[in-house]
């Protein structure tokens, strides 16, 4: 089977950051797919998102169409509290469970913290994508990987910030910024 990996997020908005490093972690690793899955109710957001679920999921969809090994993933839909090792489960029901969990340092300093994370730690092999500074421990039985160098300052909160201010000129693939003014999000 192709190698997968799993890519969570918010995305509120799904930028440009978030595709130079699934781009480069398919380069890298060589991974025949990056499946982006936008988070329903993130267990870790205490306000939530701030564009609704199915407007993140199809902004997400339009980014993937810029790389055939990117795919979006409904799987959270309808889903209340989710946590990543419930999404992991489910992508292994279907039949399409991803052999990695790419997930920036700052989140995965975090990961003894969630919920499972030892059954997470077991089911899969992590990507990890490491800003400059950052620091975070391995768990005894993980397996990382470290993907370094693509590091990009974009933030979905400046992004945010910037088109309530009236400001086209943010870091997000065409087809998400005119997805973003048709349907009036982050205004």
């Known amino acids: 089977m192709a190698p997968t990996a799993l890519f969570g997020g918010t995305f509120d908005p799904l930028h ?15 991974l025949d797919r990056v499946l ?29 169409g810029e790389d055939p090994r990117f795919e979006a993933s409904r799987i959270e839909a309808g889903q209340r509290r989710n946590y990543s090792i419930d999404t992991v489960e489910r992508l292994d029901a279907a039949g399409a469970k991803p052999d990695f969990f790419l997930i920036g340092a700052d989140a995965f300093a975090e990961i003894r913290t969630w919920h499972r994370w030892r059954d997470l730690i077991r089911a899969v092999e992590f990507i990890v994508v490491s800003r400059p500074g950052a620091r975070f421990e391995v768990p005894l039985g993980a397996l990382v990987r470290s993907l370094e160098g693509v590091w990009l300052n974009i933030s979905s909160s400046d992004i945010r910030a910037k088109i309530a201010a009236g400001d086209t000129d943010v870091p997000v693939p065409a087809a998400v910024l005119r997805y973003i003014a048709e349907h009036g999000l982050y205004r």
Do not use: Q, S
């Open 36 to 64: 982006f899955v936008p988070a329903a109710h993130p267990p870790h957001k205490t306000r939530g998102a701030i564009a609704p679920y199915p407007d993140r999921v199809n902004m997400v969809e339009l980014g993937c």
């Open 16 to 30: 440009n950051g978030h595709l130079a490093v699934a781009r480069e972690a398919a380069d890298r690793f060589h």
